[in-house]
């Protein structure tokens, strides 16, 4: 079958895989001093964000991979109150942070600022907690960010993050980690966008490896459905400063104050759930 030009494609090569979505019209394109951005309209999936060819999040979908990447860290944490994201410029994961009464001050660090200005337009929805009197915005280098933090000063580290090659790479390595280490306070937390399972296995078992080598005491991933990226499959890595990622505050998720499209107590428990070869993987 041949596509027409009506479709936007995204070619993964490595992978050997390929996404397509129908009737789509570009809106928006430009060249930043960082990356390339378009935006599209799409017959099925809404608004697409395509950032380096590879897409990012539309309309349709976005809510599973921000809600999955927030709210199993910040149930999971006993009384998370100050956060950081670094990326995120979408503010998709802002928004559900904020959600949190909890949570006294979030700090999103972003590199690219024309990512948060185009999602202000076209993912409005995404950016409605932009205004909360507990956001601070820094357009910079987030791994910057992290090292000039003081010390024990944050409970969790939010990673959401383009995939690890260019700008992005370094929050894949050891030395970005052990920033994060000293970062946090003693009951902290991070979670990171860690790909594919089915596609990236050794990926996530490097991050793995990676936590515990700069001191982190457990270790954690879980994986949930993401249909707009690569294999379907997503996942997310979580990293406890000290102590386990065992259990999680199930009354306060069972009973949270915000609606939620995908996340619930019993998929925050079902999520951890690891699929035998990735287990293997990750555990040999």
């Not at 991979?65 to 009384?79: D, G, K, N, R």
């Not at 280098?141 to 090659?165: E, M, R, Y």
């Not at 280490?181 to 050794?202: F, I, K, N, V, Y």
């Amino acid at each position: 079958m041949t596509l027409d030009a009506s479709w936007f494609t995204e070619i993964a090569p490595g992978e050997g895989i390929a996404l397509s979505l129908r009737g789509a019209r570009k809106l928006h394109a430009e060249q930043t001093p960082f990356q390339t951005i378009e935006i599209y309209e799409t017959e099925t999936f809404g608004t697409l964000m395509v950032i380096d060819g590879c897409v990012m999040l539309t309309d349709r979908d976005n809510f599973v991979y921000h809600e999955m990447l927030v709210h199993p860290a910040l149930f999971s944490h006993a009384a998370p109150r100050d956060v950081l994201i670094v990326g995120g410029g979408d503010c998709g994961t802002l928004r559900e942070v904020l959600r949190h009464p909890e949570v006294a001050s979030v700090v999103q660090a972003e590199m690219d600022e024309r990512v948060t200005r185009l999602a202000e337009q076209y993912f409005p929805e995404l950016c409605a907690a932009n205004a909360d009197a507990r956001a601070r915005f820094y357009f910079g280098d987030g791994i910057q960010w992290v090292k000039a933090a003081p010390a024990a000063s944050l409970d969790v580290i939010l990673i959401d993050s383009t995939d690890p090659v260019g700008a992005a790479e370094g929050l894949f390595a050891a030395p970005f980690y052990a920033e994060c280490l000293r970062a946090l306070r003693t009951d902290g937390l991070m979670a990171q966008q860690s790909e594919s399972p089915l596609l990236h296995a050794q990926l996530i078992r490097n991050m793995h490896t990676e936590f515990r080598q700069v001191g982190f005491s457990d270790v954690k991933t879980l994986t949930f459905p993401q249909v707009t990226y690569p294999s379907g499959w997503w996942s997310a890595t979580l990293a406890r400063k000290q102590g386990e990622i065992a259990g999680f505050r199930r009354l306060d998720a069972e009973n949270r104050l915000f609606p939620t499209r995908y996340y619930n107590a019993a998929i925050h428990a079902a999520a951890f759930a690891l699929p035998t070869f990735l287990r293997d993987a990750l555990f040999r």
